[in-house]
Protein backbone atom coordinates (compact mmCIF):
# COMPACT_ATOMS: atom_id res chain seq x y z
CA UNK A 1 0.00 0.00 0.00
CA UNK A 2 1.17 3.32 -0.70
CA UNK A 3 2.27 6.12 2.49
CA UNK A 4 -0.41 8.11 0.62
CA UNK A 5 -2.92 6.28 0.12
CA UNK A 6 -6.06 6.33 3.04
CA UNK A 7 -7.60 3.11 4.71
CA UNK A 8 -11.00 2.64 4.81
CA UNK A 9 -10.66 2.39 8.65
CA UNK A 10 -8.62 5.92 8.35
CA UNK A 11 -11.32 6.74 6.35
CA UNK A 12 -13.74 6.83 8.86
CA UNK A 13 -11.88 8.15 11.55
CA UNK A 14 -11.53 10.98 9.98
CA UNK A 15 -15.04 11.41 9.01
CA UNK A 16 -15.55 10.89 13.12
CA UNK A 17 -12.94 13.30 14.36
CA UNK A 18 -14.28 16.02 11.87
CA UNK A 19 -17.82 15.61 12.64
CA UNK A 20 -16.97 15.93 16.15
CA UNK A 21 -14.60 19.23 15.71
CA UNK A 22 -17.27 21.00 13.70
CA UNK A 23 -19.96 20.49 16.34
CA UNK A 24 -17.63 21.51 19.02
CA UNK A 25 -15.63 25.05 17.94
CA UNK A 26 -17.01 27.94 17.68
CA UNK A 27 -15.78 29.79 14.24
CA UNK A 28 -16.91 33.39 15.34
CA UNK A 29 -19.42 33.65 12.28
CA UNK A 30 -22.75 32.40 11.29
CA UNK A 31 -23.03 30.12 8.81
CA UNK A 32 -25.59 32.24 6.81
CA UNK A 33 -22.67 34.25 5.81
CA UNK A 34 -20.82 32.20 3.97
CA UNK A 35 -24.48 31.53 2.12
CA UNK A 36 -24.81 35.55 1.58
CA UNK A 37 -20.88 35.51 0.12
CA UNK A 38 -21.42 32.73 -2.40
CA UNK A 39 -24.49 34.43 -3.76
CA UNK A 40 -23.83 37.14 -6.10
CA UNK A 41 -26.57 39.00 -6.23
CA UNK A 42 -26.68 39.19 -2.43
CA UNK A 43 -27.68 43.15 -1.61
CA UNK A 44 -26.63 45.33 -0.21
CA UNK A 45 -28.56 44.91 2.57
CA UNK A 46 -27.73 41.53 3.46
CA UNK A 47 -24.36 41.73 2.90
CA UNK A 48 -24.29 44.67 5.76
CA UNK A 49 -26.19 42.03 8.11
CA UNK A 50 -22.90 39.88 7.87
CA UNK A 51 -21.21 42.96 10.13
CA UNK A 52 -23.89 41.49 12.35
CA UNK A 53 -22.56 37.73 12.43
CA UNK A 54 -19.23 37.96 12.42
CA UNK A 55 -16.41 38.70 15.19
CA UNK A 56 -15.47 42.49 14.58
CA UNK A 57 -11.93 41.50 14.88
CA UNK A 58 -12.70 39.73 11.71
CA UNK A 59 -14.28 42.74 9.86
CA UNK A 60 -11.39 44.96 11.15
CA UNK A 61 -8.90 42.74 9.29
CA UNK A 62 -10.97 42.64 6.46
CA UNK A 63 -11.33 46.10 6.09
CA UNK A 64 -7.56 46.63 6.65
CA UNK A 65 -6.93 44.29 3.99
CA UNK A 66 -8.99 45.42 1.21
CA UNK A 67 -7.24 48.86 1.89
CA UNK A 68 -3.70 47.38 1.34
CA UNK A 69 -1.18 47.74 -1.08
CA UNK A 70 -0.82 44.46 -1.08
CA UNK A 71 -4.13 43.88 -3.09
CA UNK A 72 -3.10 46.61 -5.18
CA UNK A 73 -5.79 49.54 -3.44
CA UNK A 74 -4.04 51.52 -1.70
CA UNK A 75 -4.37 54.65 -4.96
CA UNK A 76 -8.39 53.93 -4.54
CA UNK A 77 -8.13 55.03 -0.74
CA UNK A 78 -9.14 53.55 2.16
CA UNK A 79 -11.95 51.49 2.32
CA UNK A 80 -14.51 52.01 5.25
CA UNK A 81 -17.05 49.65 5.52
CA UNK A 82 -17.24 46.08 5.62
CA UNK A 83 -19.40 46.11 2.18
CA UNK A 84 -17.05 48.46 0.50
CA UNK A 85 -14.63 46.18 1.54
CA UNK A 86 -16.39 42.89 0.04
CA UNK A 87 -16.27 44.91 -3.12
CA UNK A 88 -12.72 45.55 -3.21
CA UNK A 89 -12.10 42.28 -2.31
CA UNK A 90 -14.29 40.21 -4.20
CA UNK A 91 -16.53 37.43 -2.48
CA UNK A 92 -14.52 34.05 -2.85
CA UNK A 93 -11.53 36.03 -1.07
CA UNK A 94 -13.61 37.91 1.59
CA UNK A 95 -15.14 34.11 2.22
CA UNK A 96 -11.56 32.42 2.40
CA UNK A 97 -10.33 35.08 4.98
CA UNK A 98 -13.25 34.75 7.19
CA UNK A 99 -12.64 31.29 7.71
CA UNK A 100 -8.48 31.70 7.94
CA UNK A 101 -9.16 34.89 10.48
CA UNK A 102 -11.85 32.36 12.39
CA UNK A 103 -9.27 29.29 12.78
CA UNK A 104 -6.44 31.92 13.48
CA UNK A 105 -8.48 33.41 16.58
CA UNK A 106 -8.96 29.45 17.56
CA UNK A 107 -5.98 28.40 17.55
CA UNK A 108 -4.02 29.35 20.93
CA UNK A 109 -1.68 26.33 20.52
CA UNK A 110 1.57 27.52 18.65
CA UNK A 111 1.42 24.24 16.55
CA UNK A 112 -1.57 25.38 15.11
CA UNK A 113 -0.73 28.87 14.89
CA UNK A 114 2.64 28.54 13.18
CA UNK A 115 0.56 26.38 10.54
CA UNK A 116 -1.80 28.93 10.01
CA UNK A 117 0.62 31.85 9.74
CA UNK A 118 3.10 29.79 7.32
CA UNK A 119 -0.35 29.64 4.75
CA UNK A 120 -0.46 33.51 5.27
CA UNK A 121 2.82 33.84 4.49
CA UNK A 122 3.08 31.09 1.85
CA UNK A 123 0.17 33.10 0.08
CA UNK A 124 1.82 36.06 -0.27
CA UNK A 125 4.78 34.57 -1.48
CA UNK A 126 2.64 32.40 -3.84
CA UNK A 127 1.16 35.27 -5.58
CA UNK A 128 4.47 37.40 -6.16
CA UNK A 129 6.01 34.16 -7.56
CA UNK A 130 2.54 33.52 -9.77
CA UNK A 131 2.70 37.57 -11.13
CA UNK A 132 6.16 37.01 -11.91
CA UNK A 133 5.27 33.70 -14.09
CA UNK A 134 2.64 35.51 -15.83
CA UNK A 135 -0.22 34.20 -14.66
CA UNK A 136 -4.23 35.35 -14.79
CA UNK A 137 -5.62 36.97 -12.27
CA UNK A 138 -7.92 33.89 -11.67
CA UNK A 139 -4.69 31.17 -11.01
CA UNK A 140 -3.13 33.72 -8.85
CA UNK A 141 -6.67 34.03 -6.85
CA UNK A 142 -6.61 29.95 -6.49
CA UNK A 143 -2.62 29.74 -5.21
CA UNK A 144 -3.74 32.63 -3.01
CA UNK A 145 -6.78 30.64 -1.29
CA UNK A 146 -5.10 27.21 -1.77
CA UNK A 147 -1.79 28.35 0.48
CA UNK A 148 -4.02 29.61 3.24
CA UNK A 149 -6.55 26.82 3.51
CA UNK A 150 -3.57 24.19 2.52
CA UNK A 151 -3.24 22.89 6.41
CA UNK A 152 -6.31 23.50 7.69
CA UNK A 153 -6.95 19.67 8.00
CA UNK A 154 -3.88 19.92 10.65
CA UNK A 155 -5.31 22.20 12.67
CA UNK A 156 -8.53 20.82 12.90
CA UNK A 157 -6.78 18.18 14.33
CA UNK A 158 -5.13 19.81 16.83
CA UNK A 159 -8.02 21.73 17.86
CA UNK A 160 -10.03 18.39 18.33
CA UNK A 161 -7.21 17.43 20.60
CA UNK A 162 -7.48 20.18 22.63
CA UNK A 163 -11.29 19.95 22.77
CA UNK A 164 -11.53 16.66 23.49
CA UNK A 165 -8.63 15.61 25.12
CA UNK A 166 -8.03 12.97 23.19
CA UNK A 167 -4.99 12.40 21.59
CA UNK A 168 -4.44 11.37 17.78
CA UNK A 169 -1.49 9.69 16.48
CA UNK A 170 1.30 11.75 14.55
CA UNK A 171 1.52 9.03 12.11
CA UNK A 172 -2.90 9.57 11.62
CA UNK A 173 -2.01 13.32 11.63
CA UNK A 174 0.92 12.97 9.21
CA UNK A 175 -1.15 10.61 6.42
CA UNK A 176 -4.86 12.35 6.63
CA UNK A 177 -4.66 15.85 7.39
CA UNK A 178 -5.39 16.44 3.53
CA UNK A 179 -8.20 14.54 3.88
CA UNK A 180 -9.42 16.77 6.49
CA UNK A 181 -8.85 19.79 4.51
CA UNK A 182 -10.28 18.13 1.47
CA UNK A 183 -13.70 17.21 3.65
CA UNK A 184 -13.45 21.07 4.95
CA UNK A 185 -13.62 22.44 1.50
CA UNK A 186 -16.56 20.26 0.70
CA UNK A 187 -18.40 21.10 3.95
CA UNK A 188 -17.77 24.95 3.25
CA UNK A 189 -18.82 24.76 -0.64
CA UNK A 190 -15.25 26.26 -0.83
CA UNK A 191 -13.71 26.29 -4.91
CA UNK A 192 -13.40 22.45 -5.84
CA UNK A 193 -9.76 23.30 -7.60
CA UNK A 194 -8.30 23.77 -4.10
CA UNK A 195 -9.39 20.25 -2.86
CA UNK A 196 -7.67 19.06 -6.42
CA UNK A 197 -4.45 21.09 -5.65
CA UNK A 198 -4.51 19.83 -2.31
CA UNK A 199 -4.62 16.08 -3.32
CA UNK A 200 -1.92 16.95 -6.12
CA UNK A 201 0.20 18.02 -3.51
CA UNK A 202 -0.43 15.92 -0.40
CA UNK A 203 -2.41 12.67 -2.10
CA UNK A 204 -0.03 11.99 -5.01
CA UNK A 205 2.68 14.04 -3.54
CA UNK A 206 3.86 15.13 -6.71
CA UNK A 207 5.48 18.33 -8.73
CA UNK A 208 2.58 18.69 -11.17
CA UNK A 209 3.28 20.69 -14.42
CA UNK A 210 0.96 21.34 -17.01
CA UNK A 211 1.84 21.04 -20.83
CA UNK A 212 3.97 23.69 -20.80
CA UNK A 213 4.47 25.25 -17.43
CA UNK A 214 4.52 24.60 -13.95
CA UNK A 215 1.50 23.72 -12.47
CA UNK A 216 -0.96 25.71 -9.78
CA UNK A 217 -0.11 23.10 -7.40
CA UNK A 218 3.69 23.31 -8.41
CA UNK A 219 3.43 27.09 -7.57
CA UNK A 220 2.15 26.39 -4.33
CA UNK A 221 4.73 23.87 -3.32
CA UNK A 222 7.44 26.33 -4.12
CA UNK A 223 5.77 28.99 -1.79
CA UNK A 224 5.65 26.34 0.89
CA UNK A 225 9.32 24.99 0.25
CA UNK A 226 10.67 28.84 0.50
CA UNK A 227 9.07 29.42 3.46
CA UNK A 228 9.97 26.65 5.58
CA UNK A 229 13.75 27.14 3.89
CA UNK A 230 13.82 30.67 5.18
CA UNK A 231 11.57 30.81 8.46
CA UNK A 232 13.86 31.87 11.36
CA UNK A 233 14.28 29.63 14.29
CA UNK A 234 12.12 32.55 16.06
CA UNK A 235 9.35 31.69 13.58
CA UNK A 236 9.15 34.44 11.33
CA UNK A 237 9.80 34.95 7.82
CA UNK A 238 12.77 37.03 6.70
CA UNK A 239 13.11 38.87 3.65
CA UNK A 240 15.52 40.82 1.60
CA UNK A 241 13.90 43.45 -0.49
CA UNK A 242 14.77 47.25 -2.11
CA UNK A 243 11.94 49.33 -0.10
CA UNK A 244 10.26 52.68 -1.18
CA UNK A 245 11.65 55.93 0.25
CA UNK A 246 9.72 57.64 3.00
CA UNK A 247 6.69 59.24 1.93
CA UNK A 248 6.85 57.18 -1.16
CA UNK A 249 3.64 55.03 -0.18
CA UNK A 250 2.96 54.23 -3.88
CA UNK A 251 5.68 52.60 -4.79
CA UNK A 252 5.93 48.93 -5.30
CA UNK A 253 8.58 46.64 -4.12
CA UNK A 254 8.01 42.52 -2.97
CA UNK A 255 9.27 43.87 0.60
CA UNK A 256 6.85 46.32 0.80
CA UNK A 257 3.98 44.57 -0.64
CA UNK A 258 4.44 41.45 2.10
CA UNK A 259 5.46 44.03 4.55
CA UNK A 260 1.88 45.84 3.94
CA UNK A 261 -0.35 42.50 3.87
CA UNK A 262 1.49 41.40 6.97
CA UNK A 263 0.60 44.86 8.53
CA UNK A 264 -3.18 45.03 7.37
CA UNK A 265 -3.57 41.11 8.62
CA UNK A 266 -2.24 41.60 11.61
CA UNK A 267 1.02 39.16 11.99
CA UNK A 268 3.63 41.78 10.51
CA UNK A 269 5.65 40.12 13.99
CA UNK A 270 6.19 37.24 11.70
CA UNK A 271 8.04 39.13 9.00
CA UNK A 272 11.62 40.75 8.88
CA UNK A 273 12.71 43.28 6.57
CA UNK A 274 16.15 43.52 5.55
CA UNK A 275 15.64 46.21 3.23
CA UNK A 276 18.43 46.73 0.28
Same mark, same amino acid.
Given at each position: ?28 ? %? ?6 ? %? ?19 ? #? ?5 ? &????YM?? #? ?31 ? &? ?27 ? &? ?58 ? %? #? ?21 ? #? ?16 LV ?38
Open positions: MSMREITIEEKDEINRVFEEVIKDIDLGF %DPDVLKIL %DNPEASESQRQEIVKKVNPEI #IARLISL &ASSAGN #ISRGKVATFVKAIERLGNIYVKVFVICFSLLIL &AKDEKSKSILVEGFLAAAVGKLLAEQLGR &AKESIQEIEIACLLMRVGTVLMYLHEKNSSEVLPEYFIARCHWAMTMKFVEKFELPEIIG %D #IVYKIFGQNCLDYGEKAISNAGI #IMMAFATIRHIVSLDGHVSSPMPEPGDELAFTPGNAISKYMRSIGLSQYLEILKK
